[in-house]
Structure formats: C-alpha cells, structure tokens
C-alpha cells in the first residue's frame, strides 16, 4: 500500500524557520517526483514546489522562492521542505504529494500543520 | 502564472441529478488538467487527470471532457458520497495552479 507520512509541522514564530519530513513506503520512491501541496485553513490547495526524482530539477511557486528549500533522500525514501523566513500567511496544513506523469498528484499524505503566530 | 477560473464556486443539486463544473484557464494547457475532490478534514483525492483519464478506482460516473481553455467535469447522477468540494488543477507549466474550488451540497 502507497503510503505518505509527514511530520514536523508545529507552531513558530514569524521570522522563524521549520523543517517538514515526509516518510514514503509501497513505491518505488527514486521513480517519482514529489511535491509539497499546502492549503490555508478555509482556503483551496496551493502547490509550493516539486523535486525530480534525482533531486538535480525543483520548482516553487513564487512566493516561497527564497525562502524554502525542498529535497530529497532516495536512500531514506524520505522528502522534506525546509522552510525559513517564515510568514503568517505561511500558516496551512501542508501536503506531501506523489507526481505521477505529467504532473498530477495521485497519492496525498495526511498532512501536517504549520502554524506562523506570534 | 497560469489562472484558473473556476465556476459555479458553489452548486446545490439532489441525489441523482447530473451536474457540471468548469474550469477555464489563462492560456493553453494543452489538456494538463486535473481533477481532485476534497472532503473535510482530508486531503484531496485525484478524480480525473489529462482532463479525461478516470483514475484507478474513481466511479464512472465521473467523467472529464475539455474544448480549448474549457475544461469540464460531469458528474452523471449524483450519490450522497459525492457531497464535497471539486477543485481543478493545471500541471502543464509550474507553479502547478489550483482553482478556487466547487462546494457541492445537498438541495
């Protein structure tokens, strides 16, 4: 069974920096890119950045450029995204996303809620 | 960026009805479109992806057509499970833009 799990989520304040992990298991983890998905509460999802499957291509929505970092351990089937400089409006429940070809996002994990607040 | 607009924001409609939600983008996305439903407290679930492709498992009754920048999601009769919240999605070009999302209730 495909399965994604994140973790480090919490709440910081502004300024303040995080790291997020995502645990996957059932795949073959170095054959996908990856992508972090977050969605503020009541809002819709909002795409943050995705990572080949090697780690050497990422792309980010423009308001996180800078700020946050996503990679990748293959050999620890693991995905992170580290975050700094954090904002309020960086608050969200964060995703941990599957991309299958050609870019949809066919397995989510549970998420994990970061909360910027002084 | 790529926009996508999505219409109706919200729909009522009654078990069995047949429903319809669009979403247009800004420019050519040469059918890099997905569908995703979402119910509260969960994260989104790939419906339809390449704007017509049923993912493994999804219900036929779901289905996904486009004519240009139009791209259409049917729900041929609705069930009570199919109560949430659609959104599209373009993954032709990053960042990979959401629309704003469908609420469907119940009449």
């Known amino acids: 069974e495909v399965q994604l799990v994140e973790s480090g989520g919490g709440l910081v304040q502004p300024g303040g920096s995080l790291r997020l992990s995502c645990a996957a298991s059932g795949f073959t983890f170095n054959n996908h890119w990856m992508s972090w998905v977050r969605q503020a509460p009541g809002k819709g999802p909002e795409w943050v950045a995705n990572?080949?499957?090697?780690?050497?291509?990422?792309n980010y929505v423009d308001s996180v450029k800078g700020r946050f970092t996503i990679s990748r351990d293959n050999a620890r089937k693991s995905l992170y995204l580290q975050m700094n400089s954090l904002r309020v409006e960086d608050t969200a429940m964060y995703y941990c996303?599957?991309?299958?070809?050609?870019?949809?996002?066919?397995?989510w994990g549970q998420g994990t809620l970061v909360i910027v607040s002084s | 960026d790529i926009q996508m607009t999505q219409s109706p924001s919200s729909l009522s409609a009654s078990v069995g009805d047949r429903v319809t939600i669009t979403c247009r983008a800004s420019q050519t996305i040469s059918r890099f479109l997905n569908w995703y439903q979402q119910k509260p407290g969960r994260a989104p679930r790939l419906l339809i992806y390449s704007a017509s492709t049923l993912q493994s498992g999804v219900p036929s009754r779901f289905s996904g057509s486009a004519s240009g920048t139009d791209y259409t999601l049917t729900i041929s009769s609705l069930q009570r499970e199919d109560f949430a919240t659609y959104y599209c999605?373009?993954?032709?070009?990053?960042?990979?833009?959401f629309g704003q999302g469908t609420r469907l209730e119940i009449k």
């Open positions: 999605q373009q993954s032709y070009s990053t960042p990979h833009t």
């Open positions: 990572i080949m499957e090697d780690g050497s291509k990422k």
């Open positions: 996303a599957r991309d299958m070809r050609g870019g949809p996002n066919d397995c």
